[in-house]
C-alpha cells in the first residue's frame, strides 16, 4: 500500500529530531555525528518544504481547471498523479466535470428542440388560420356567386376550422400533463373490447385508404384500471397515426397479448415505415419529421407524445420498431391491476 510521501517525511523528520535530542542528553556527540544528523535533519526539511510545495501546487492546478470547466470549458480534465488521497479529489472533479459538460449538452439539446417545436406549432396553426381567413374575405367579398359555392367554401372552413381546434387541444393538453393538472379517473376497463370499440370509428377511414383490417384479440376479457378518456385518446391517435403514415401499405393491425402481469397492444401496418435514425425521435414533442410524424401531410406530431405520456402516467410504456417497406409497429403494454398510475409531470420532464 503507497503512504503519504508528505506524512513520511514528516515522520523521519521528528525520528531525526528525537534522535538529536537523545544523543545530546546522553552527552556530547562527536562532530562527524551532529554533522551527519544535522545534514539528515536539513534534508528532510527541505523533502517536506518541497513536497508540500507539489501538493499545493497540485491542488491549486486542480482548483484552477474545476474554475475553467464552472467557466463553461468542460472539455478539461485534472491528470491523475502518484499520491493515492489527491488522485481520490481529482477523481471526483473530473466525475463533477463530466457531469456538467452532460448538463450543458442537455440544455442546448432541450432550448434547441423548444425553439424548433415553437416554430413547428407555429407554422401548423398560421397554415390552417391563414387559409380560413382567405376564405371568410373571399365570402365577404361575394367570390362565391353560387349557393354551391358557398357551401363548397363553408365546408372548407369547417375542415380547417377542425384542424386548427385539434392542433389547439393537443397543444393545452400537453400544457395540463406538463403541470400534471390532468386527473386520472381510473375504472376497471375490458380493454379488448375498448380497442374494438377504438376500432369501429375508424373503420370508414380504413375502406376509403383502401386497409385491410387484421384483428388479433381475445375473446375472454382484459381487465385494466385505466382512465376511460385517456385511453380512448391514447387508442385512437395509434390507430389514427397506422392509417395516415401506413396509408401507402395494404394492411392494418392490431394485437392484444399478456405476459408477466402486463398487457402489450400493437399497433401495425406495412407502410413505407420509419429510418432507424429517426425511430428514437417519433415520442419526442419537440421532434418532427415528414417521414414519421406528417408523411401524409397534417397533424401536429405532438400525438405520439401525448400517447406515450399517457401510458407512462398508467404504469405503461410505448415503445416503436420499424423495418421500412415491411412492418413498423407501435407497442403499448398498461399493467393488469393498473398499478403504477403516476403524477404526468414527472414523466413529461425525463422525456
Known sequence: MKRDPVKLLGAIHLILLAAL????????PSALTNGVLFAALFASAAGLLI?????????????????????????????????????EVIFSVNELIGQLDKLQVYTIKTETGRKRFLSNISHDIRTPLTSIIGYIDALRDGVAGSEEQKRQYLDVLARKSGVLKKLIDEV?????LDADEIRLQPARLDLAETVREAV????????????????QLPEEACPVVADRVSLLRMLNNLIQNAVKHGGDGNKLGLELSFAQGKYCLTVWDNGAGIPAEELSLVFDRMYRTDASRSRAGGGSGLGLA??????????GTLGADSEPGVRTAFYLTLP???????????ILRNN
Open 51 to 87: 513536497s508540500r510545495f507539489r501538493y499545493t501546487a497540485r491542488l491549486r492546478d486542480v482548483n484552477r481547471q474545476l474554475a475553467r470547466a464552472l467557466a463553461g470549458n468542460v472539455n478539461t480534465r485534472v491528470l491523475a498523479n502518484d499520491d493515492p488521497a489527491l488522485n
Open 336 to 346: 393488469e391491476t393498473g398499478k403504477g398510475l403516476q403524477p404526468a409531470a414527472d
Open 21 to 28: 535530542a537523545g544523543l545530546t542528553a546522553v552527552g556530547t
Open 172 to 176: 393545452f393538453l400537453l400544457a395540463k
Open 306 to 315: 401525448i400517447t406515450k405520456a399517457l401510458a407512462e402516467k398508467h404504469g
Open 200 to 215: 369501429i370509428e375508424f373503420l370508414p377511414e380504413l375502406h376509403q385508404a383502401g386497409l385491410e383490417l387484421v384483428l
